[in-house]
């Protein structure tokens, strides 16, 4: 029997989950209520939406991408509990065009096993790349495995001589390093190669997926490797046969979407606390960790929240078109008026809070860990200590993760807003360090089905989603029910402090910082 997707049997079967409006809870939201809220926010409660969520991409061809009825069905089931629990809720439409593949390129082993590498995990093609369907044994290249201590130890493929007894028509398997792709390649097709595949160097933060640069278009197929990935088939008994396939090249296509805006009725409209995550999936999935887990939990503590009166206006955002580039909270942000921008307290951003391998990570607001860009608008490391505060208070261990401004959280810091957010990790590998802490599989993705079909109700950790909706429950109550905790970030009607080294927002969406990095030429 074919399944249909019932809205209303779906809601019916979740009406318990809303909390019913009274006089009698009128008078709760003091400072002191925060701990009751934490308490009535359940981390089960929150995987029901999931299964709502995976209910809807199973009914729509196992997709919540924008432009589809994956993606307008998640909507009105977010939009519909919203107004239900009492929120003025606003679905915000709007229109963007992207560049998407005509046909979804494939690089996969096809002897002496096969097995086919996942797009935008394991590889991609480089830019410069031929196009059409390819096949070649690969050949080592003067490869460093294990990679050097240091960043640029590998000099694979940059000298002529490092292709001494390469045999002709076979692939080239090079690693990242001293000189730039173009020279790597170039030195390549001299030496009679059918094709290149460029791993990462391999040391941390330097061992996910690259797209290499190539400056201009090239003879042969090139893709770029995930480190991991480059590991493997450089490993094979008698060298890997790989097959690429790469045809049509690109499209502009224009896709419909909208944002759900929920705001509470009561609370100081100046002084707005603002939680939000993406709505949206990829196309290859029904992004359930990626990001029904953020919404998840955001939906589950908006609805216990509905008992409460706020001191500060609480607006709960739900993004459409991040995956493609942050588009939903760009122009939320670009269409809102000054005034009401400035009348936006903080914003706290809910991303991948639920991935099976899950490290605790912490928006590194104040650039504490120096590590890639930050810090962030003034307010931004208070709000970090808030969740270092929840995490020690549960005894739980957690890390910082790179300010980046690469999700929905972006276009907030470009204007100035003070941000902070949690994530559990997506396409990076789990070090021997987080597995001391967190327990979990060494080197192991730590969302192994990161932007793939198999992001479902099976791709979640029931434990991170607790802990992390209890941690949404936590800081959206401390800033929601507290005047002083609020006013100590912003100062209403003030315009923000915008910071000096204030970052672009990514043109495209990626949770690690490594796909946009290695874009360059070396």
Request: proline share 5%.
């Amino acid at each position: 029997m074919k399944h249909r997707w019932k809205a209303g049997a779906a809601l019916a079967a979740l009406a318990v989950l809303i909390p019913m409006a009274g006089p009698a809870q009128a008078d709760r939201g003091g400072n002191n209520d925060v701990a009751k809220l934490v308490r009535e926010v359940k981390g089960s409660h929150a995987k029901l939406h999931l299964h709502a969520l995976n209910l809807i991409a199973k009914a729509n061809g196992n997709t919540r991408v924008d432009g589809t009825k994956g993606y307008e069905q998640s909507v009105k089931y977010v939009s519909t509990l919203l107004k239900l629990a009492g929120y003025d809720v606003t679905v915000q439409p709007f229109t963007f065009e992207s560049e998407e593949f005509v046909t979804t390129p494939v690089f996969e082993q096809t002897a002496p096993t096969a097995k086919t590498l996942a797009l935008l995990l394991d590889w991609y093609p480089a830019a410069g790349s031929a196009e059409g369907t390819f096949t070649g044994k690969l050949q080592n290249v003067d490869l460093v495995i294990p990679p050097g201590p240091v960043a640029n130890t590998s000099s694979s493929g940059c000298e002529a001589a490092d292709f001494a007894g390469f045999t002709p028509g076979n692939w080239a398997l090079m690693q990242r390093g001293t000189c730039n792709f173009s020279v790597k390649v170039a030195n390549a097709i001299a030496a009679g190669a059918a094709g290149a595949a460029i791993m990462n160097e391999g040391q941390p933060g330097r061992d996910g997926i690259i797209i290499p640069d190539l400056g201009g278009q090239v003879s042969i197929p090139v893709v770029g490797l995930e480190f991991y990935a480059g590991e493997a088939l450089s490993k094979v008994a008698g060298g890997a046969t790989v097959k690429f396939t790469f045809e049509g090249g690109t499209e502009v296509r224009t896709f419909q979407s909208s944002n759900v805006i929920a705001e509470t009725r009561g609370g100081r409209k100046d002084n707005v606390v603002m939680v939000g995550g993406h709505l949206d999936s990829v196309a290859e999935g029904p992004g359930i960790n990626d990001n029904g887990s953020g919404v998840s939990g955001i939906l589950e503590t908006a609805l216990k929240l509905a008992k409460y009166k706020p001191k500060n206006a609480v607006r709960f955002a739900f993004w459409g078109g991040e995956e493609f580039g942050l588009l939903g909270a760009e122009h939320y942000v670009t269409n809102l008026p000054e005034a009401e921008r400035n009348n936006i307290g903080l914003y706290l951003n809910y991303d991948m809070i639920a991935s099976p391998n899950y490290m605790f990570g912490i928006y590194d607001g104040d650039d504490s860990d120096a590590v890639g860009a930050g810090p962030g608008p003034f307010g931004s490391d208070l709000i970090e200590k808030e969740y270092e505060a929840y995490y020690t208070s549960r005894g739980l261990p957690f890390q910082g993760t790179d300010f980046s401004g690469r999700s929905d959280y972006g276009p907030f810091i470009e204007v100035g807003i003070a941000a902070g957010g949690l994530f559990t990790g997506a396409e990076g590998r789990k070090t021997a360090a987080e597995v001391a802490k967190y327990g979990g599989v060494l080197n192991g993705r730590y969302d192994p089905c990161y932007h793939q079909a198999c992001d479902d109700i099976k791709n979640i950790s029931d434990t991170a989603l607790d802990v992390n909706t209890d941690a949404i429950a936590q800081l959206t109550g401390t800033y929601a029910f507290s005047i002083e905790k609020l006013d100590a970030i912003h100062q209403p009607g003030k315009p923000h402090e915008v910071p000096v080294a204030a970052r672009s927002a990514s043109t495209g969406h990626s949770h690690s910082a490594d796909v946009e990095a290695a874009r360059s030429a070396s």
